[in-house]
C-alpha cells in the first residue's frame, strides 16, 4: 500500500483536469482525492497498490487533453486507509 500528494503545475485549471484524473484514479480503484490550488496548480492524493499508484503518476505528467503540464512534484505519505476518490471543491 502507498500514498502519495502530486502537485501539478501549468495550464491545469479549466481544462477538466480534475475529472479526468478523478475518473482515472476510480478506474484504477484508487482512494483519494483531487483539488485546485488557489496558485493555479492541482493537488492530488492517490492511495492504493503501488503499481496502480505509480500509473496515476504518470498519468498526471500528460492529464487530459486539453492540460499543459509544465511540472508534477510528487510526495510519500503515510497511507491513511481512505476509501474511495473525491473532488474536493
Known amino acids: 500500500m502507498r500514498r502519495v500528494r502530486v ?7 479549466g481544462v477538466f483536469f480534475r475529472k479526468s484524473c478523478a475518473q482515472e484514479a ?3 480503484g484508487l482512494a483519494g482525492f483531487v483539488r485546485n490550488l488557489p ?3 492541482v493537488e492530488a492524493a492517490f492511495e492504493g497498490e503501488d503499481g496502480l499508484v505509480a500509473a496515476m503518476v504518470s ?13 508534477v ?3 510519500d505519505e ?3 486507509g481512505d476509501a474511495g476518490f473525491s473532488i474536493e471543491h
Open 39 to 41: 496558485d493555479g496548480d
Open 59 to 71: 498519468w498526471c505528467r500528460t492529464g487530459p487533453d486539453w492540460a499543459e503540464v509544465e511540472s
Open 78 to 80: 503515510r497511507p491513511q
Open 26 to 28: 476510480r478506474r484504477l
Open 73 to 75: 512534484r510528487v510526495e
Open 7 to 13: 502537485t501539478v503545475s501549468g495550464e491545469v485549471q
